[in-house]
Nanobody, 117 residues
Framework: QVQLQESGPGLVKPSQILSLTCTVS??????????WSWIRQPPGKGLEWIGS???????YYSPSLKSRTSISRDTSKSQFTLQLSSVTPEDTAVYYC?????????WGQGTQVTVSS
């Protein structure tokens, strides 16, 4: 059974970098054909796909967030990381990591990130 767990600070100041890590257990992030994604849900809004990293390390980003987003991985730790720069209060959301790129078979529990001074 694949399990994902998000970790990172729950409070980020405006203009700073939001950084979250997803640790995967029960499966390898290099296994073909799986992709690994970040998704968020702002308060009162729907789910928003942020970006994905493939089993080979290729990255794909939402056009609306691409200029501020970077996803990387550490295969030795079975982790992939989200960095979102120049955050504003509009980036406040529950952030999820998941396996998949359009349909998501496994999800982390989600972590609340608040952007506030």
């Amino acid at each position: 059974q694949v399990q994902l767990q998000e970790s990172g600070p729950g409070l980020v100041k405006p203009s700073q970098i939001l950084s979250l890590t997803c640790t995967v257990s029960g499966g390898s992030i290099t296994t073909n054909p799986y992709y690994w994604s970040w998704i968020r849900q702002p308060p009162g809004k729907g789910l928003e796909w942020i970006g994905s990293i493939s089993n080979s390390g290729s990255t794909y980003y939402s056009p609306s967030l691409k200029s501020r987003t970077s996803i990387s991985r550490d295969t030795s730790k079975s982790q992939f990381t989200l960095q979102l720069s120049s955050v504003t209060p509009e980036d406040t959301a529950v952030y999820y990591c998941a396996r998949g790129v359009s349909g998501f078979g496994f999800w982390g529990q989600g972590t609340q990130v608040t952007v506030s001074s």
